[in-house]
């Protein structure tokens, strides 16, 4: 970790990403509307548990993701960021007993903000855009999270649709249940499942846009498929966000995993372990997306709600 001046202390900040599936931490020197980052850490908590069905929080999940981020929070301080902020997505935001958690991460001084669907896609585009590689110019991007997905499409006139769906891996995971080898009728049922959703509510909203034939994919999904695809756990964000996989690939990856076992996804170089049942349903919506909306190409990003919140 390189030593900071005291210039740069005073532009280091931190965010911590509270979403239903992990929590992940962003350590950043923020300058004229620029983010660098220092540190990337992240730690499945799984908030969202039973939370779609139950439409309440798991106390001892709202335990343990106040005692991460509360870790996460001391980590940042001792590297002398001057300001430490939570926000909190879909799990938070649909359950009855949110305050349950914003009260459990003030135990931990952490505050934190449940923020909206249209805020979080807000963030994601802002987060995306502090790329200069997508600074500009036609850009359409998805998050797929634990419980929501984030849509978004822009151009050199500004934001053409932006939308967030309930659609995520850990939704997906409790709804649909696959054996540990997923059978290839447990996943035709994902697929139809999927195609249902998008012809319903993606497509429509689509329809009324021009849409480039590449597609920008934030938060941890496109990661680990591309760890998974490069068969590594060792790649930089600047390795990582010059990876551009095309359509044909992300299909053929999608099949591997959905012919593993439990067992062999969580041997996977590139995958950690306890994200070896929710990939599945990552590796398929990307797939959804890109075939039924029309995107060949698939380029992944560590930008998002954090660059986003840090920007705000």
Request: charged share 25%; glycine share 8%.
């Amino acid at each position: 970790m390189k030593a900071l001046d005291g210039n740069q202390t005073q532009n280091l900040r931190a965010v911590i990403d509270v979403g239903s599936n992990s929590v992940k931490l962003l350590v950043a020197e923020v300058a004229a509307g620029d983010v660098t980052p220092l540190v990337h850490e992240g730690e499945q908590t799984r908030l969202g548990r039973g939370v779609f069905d139950s439409g309440k929080l798991d106390p001892e999940a709202i335990a343990q993701t106040a005692f991460v981020a509360g870790r996460f929070a001391e980590k940042a301080r001792r590297m002398g960021a001057v300001e430490v902020k939570a926000v909190a997505t879909s799990a938070a935001r649909e359950a009855r007993n949110g305050m349950d958690l914003i009260e459990a991460f003030r135990e931990v001084n952490v505050p934190l903000t449940i923020i909206e669907g249209d805020r979080e896609a807000e963030l994601v585009l802002r987060g995306v855009r502090s790329h200069s590689d997508f600074s500009d110019g036609p850009l359409a991007i998805i998050d797929v999270g634990g419980g929501s997905t984030e849509l978004l499409v822009a151009d050199e006139t500004g934001v053409r649709v932006q939308h967030s769906f309930p659609l995520g891996t850990v939704r997906l995971l409790e709804q649909h249940r696959p054996s540990d080898l997923p059978t290839a009728q447990e996943r035709a049922k994902v697929i139809e499942a999927l195609d249902q959703f998008l012809d319903d509510q993606v497509t429509p909203l689509l329809g009324t846009v021009a849409l480039p034939a590449m597609l920008v994919g934030a938060g941890g999904t496109p990661v680990f498929l591309s760890r998974i695809l490069k068969e590594t756990d060792d790649l930089s964000a600047m390795e990582l966000e010059a990876l551009s996989w095309l359509l044909p690939e992300v299909q053929s990856l999608t099949d591997r995993l959905w012919m593993m076992s439990l067992e062999r996804r969580q041997a996977l170089a590139g995958l950690p372990a306890d994200r070896a049942d929710v990939i599945l349903f990552g590796a398929a919506i990307y797939e959804a997306v890109m075939m039924r909306c029309g995107f060949h190409q698939l380029r992944p990003t560590l930008r998002g709600v954090r660059y986003g919140s840090l920007l705000s």
